[in-house]
Every structure is written in structure tokens, then in C-alpha cells.
């Protein structure tokens, strides 16, 4: 099995994801599920970033924002 680099911040951060998952239950929006990751990570002092817009351009032209979910 590899060794974990950050064993305490991947524990954390599962124990949120499991949490958030088993509180709100299936079916509801993905930026629900998001938003709620990003409040439990604050709660265990983890800060993150919940999504990264990029600009789009076409022929120097910005045609639009793309959004990477996290």
C-alpha cells in the first residue's frame, strides 16, 4: 500500500465528504453538495477553492468563462 503524504489532511477531508454526503442524502444539486464541502473543510480549518473559472477566447475574442468543478 503506498504511504499517505498528508494522512491527517486526507483523513479530514473524507470524514467531511462521508458527512456531507450521509447528512443530505442523494439527489440534490452538485453545488449543494459543494458548498457544503466548503463549509465543513472551514469548519476543520482547510480552506479550498470550490471552482476555478478560465477564461475561454477564440481568435484573441473572449467568447466565455469555463468552470472546473472541485
Not at 463549509?39 to 477564461?55: K, M, P, S, Y
Not at 477566447?57 to 468543478?69: A, E, I, M, S, T
Amino acid at each position: 500500500m503506498p504511504e499517505l503524504i498528508h494522512k491527517g489532511l486526507g483523513y479530514s477531508v473524507r470524514g467531511v465528504l462521508l458527512h456531507v454526503c450521509n447528512t443530505l442524502g442523494p439527489m440534490l444539486l452538485e453545488r449543494f453538495y459543494r458548498d457544503a464541502v466548503a463549509v465543513g473543510l472551514e469548519a476543520h480549518d482547510t480552506r479550498c477553492e470550490t471552482e476555478n473559472a478560465f477564461e475561454v477566447y477564440y481568435r484573441d475574442v473572449r467568447v466565455g468563462l469555463y468552470f472546473v468543478d472541485v
